[in-house]
């Protein structure tokens, strides 16, 4: 049994490896509890990492903080490819907006960090180490401690890391008690929230609709519907053709007559060109398609499709059928000739019922080969991304240089990726059920080796004044994103889009872990990945600026 014994009282890689699966086995326990319909969620895995080490788990520090720093590259990289797709988008409908609350917040954090040193005597190193804690930014703290050991005391460093390590765990709490006390405050209904959010959505998207043509332009008499296609190219995707009672398929070579009806689909957009262009247009009809035609959804897993377009497939030459809408990461996109098909992609296509089975192999619709883990774009993306993280970013007056850090970086370029879809040869499509496991898995690696690396001193450093600290952090933590978060409200803000602001402000992985699991959207995700990049590089500014202002 010495063994074990061993295992349970060594510090080597083994014990280490065992400590943090133990942390995270109970801690995603401890989160599961509930208390008046409330629970701590995924920070308890951090709760259960102090409790392990204040009760003498040693573990390998250089383990630690290998295993901390991935955890946290496989979580923002996971956040990045599902909020690349819309990220675009929604940055330029409200970014600016959503970066100056979260400016404000880190600006109001700075200055209060500022009023405690110089109004309650607290020193250099310890306010500096204080603030990155109370807003859980690891990236901040290090380019602190950079500074005071060039231009402060040995000492200064460590004393740094010890104020990070008391303040981070009310930072995290902070975050999350702000957004339950905001719901309480303002009476807010989630499930209304959610609802309100995918109406936004809903209205920002390019919105499609079934639409049915009653052609009145001559011009368009006799022409071949290639020709037709040409004029409403990007404003129309025709599917069939009804004439004389009966209806056609969309062929190129079909000739347009007088008295034919065009079914087909567009966007409201583009309905009053549509009018001018072709003639009388009833938006919203849905009919069934019955007889020798059908409609069906066909998901796109042939790899040799995946980065082509409409055209360049070709479905419309080769079959009766046509491609007449494509989903895509919660999105509708209307298929134009030169509009690209991903792999993962789900288009519907109406055409010969007979052709269906011929149609599905062509474009793949195999699930098992969706499900096949895409593993290579991965580590070349996360490669980029400490690539850029490690740029050095040059600030005059500035002791040392800035730097995005192992978060911003890969964050960054997982955006980026999602957002492309594919380089080249690479796609870079991960499955819902990748996306969340390797999310999952990153943060509770994360807080499983924060808890265990900062436990073993926590209540000692608590009980020797270090509870003065404790509350500094909190002021710092708590003051900001609860003013930011009413301000927030009041100006008519969706409540899950500000919970993704404050844990973007705070960088703060485990609250926007929290704010996710209140509703299955992408509101949380999206504001977090937002604001994330312009708060990450001013926590890293300040930091040092805090540093060379009170030394």
């Not at 014990?15 to 509930?34: D, M, P, Q, R, Y």
């Amino acid at each position: 049994m010495d063994f074990i014994r061993n295992l349970f009282t060594g510090s080597g890689i083994p014990s280490t490896i065992l400590f943090i699966c133990l942390t995270a086995f109970l801690g995603i326990l401890l989160g599961k509890v509930e208390i008046k319909k409330i629970k701590i969620g995924i920070a308890g895995v951090l709760f259960s990492g102090l409790i392990i080490a204040h009760f003498g788990a040693k573990a390998d520090t250089h383990v630690l903080h290998f295993v901390r720093e991935f955890g946290l590259i496989l979580f923002v990289y996971a956040i990045g490819i599902d909020v690349g797709p819309r990220f675009v988008s929604n940055f330029r409908s409200e970014g600016l907006k959503l970066n100056i609350f979260a400016s404000g917040i880190v600006i109001m954090g700075f200055v209060i960090a500022l009023l405690f040193h110089y109004f309650g005597g607290v020193k250099p190193a310890v306010i500096t180490g204080i603030m990155s804690g109370s807003v859980t930014n690891t990236p901040g703290l290090g380019a602190a401690q950079q500074a005071l050991a060039e231009f402060g005391t040995p000492d200064d460093a460590a004393v740094a890391g010890m104020g990070y390590a008391v303040a981070y765990p009310f930072g995290i709490i902070g975050i999350i008690l702000t957004m339950i006390l905001l719901r309480v405050i303002f009476r807010i209904n989630i499930k209304k929230e959610t609802e309100n959010y995918n109406e936004q959505l809903r209205i920002g998207q390019q919105k499609l609709e079934p639409v049915e043509i009653i052609v009145t332009n001559a011009n368009l008499f006799g022409q071949k519907l290639s020709y037709v296609n040409k004029v409403i190219d990007k404003e129309l995707v025709i599917s069939r053709i009804g004439r004389g009672g009966s209806v056609l398929v969309a062929r190129d070579e079909e000739i347009l007559q007088e008295g034919d009806v065009i079914y087909g689909v567009s966007a409201l957009t583009h309905i009053e060109n549509l009018k001018l262009k072709m003639g009388e247009v009833n938006i919203g009809q849905k009919r069934e398609i019955s007889g020798d035609l059908a409609m069906f959804n066909v998901l796109v897993t042939n790899r040799k499709l995946a980065g082509k377009t409409i055209e360049q497939i070709g479905i419309f030459r080769r079959y009766d059928a046509n491609i007449t809408r494509i989903f895509r990461s919660g999105m509708e996109i209307l298929p134009t000739r030169g509009t690209t098909v991903e792999f993962g992609d789900t288009v519907r296509v109406v055409g010969k019922r007979e052709l269906l089975p011929e149609i599905r192999n062509e474009l793949g619709n195999s699930v098992k080969e969706l499900a096949h883990p895409n593993t290579i774009p991965i580590f070349v993306g996360i490669f980029l991304g400490i690539i850029l993280g490690s740029v050095p970013i040059f600030i005059p007056g500035l002791p040392a240089p800035a730097k995005l850090g192992m978060a911003g970086g890969p964050l960054l370029i997982a955006i980026l990726l999602g957002h492309k879809g594919r380089i080249k040869n690479f796609d870079f499509y991960m499955t819902p059920g990748a996306n969340m496991m390797i999310k999952e898995l990153g943060i509770i690696l994360f807080l499983s080796c924060v808890g265990l690396s900062s436990g073993a001193n926590f209540v000692s450093t608590i009980a020797n004044g270090g509870y003065m600290w404790m509350i500094y952090g909190a002021v710092i933590t708590f003051v900001p994103i609860m003013l930011a978060a009413i301000i927030a409200r009041l100006l008519k803000y969706n409540y899950l889009k500000i919970c993704g602001i404050v844990s973007g402000a705070m960088t703060d992985p485990p609250a926007l872990e929290f704010a996710n699991s209140l509703a299955p959207v992408h509101a949380q995700a999206t504001a977090y990945a937002t604001v994330y990049p312009l708060t990450m590089f001013l926590r890293i500014l300040l930091a040092q600026a805090l540093v060379l202002m009170t030394l």
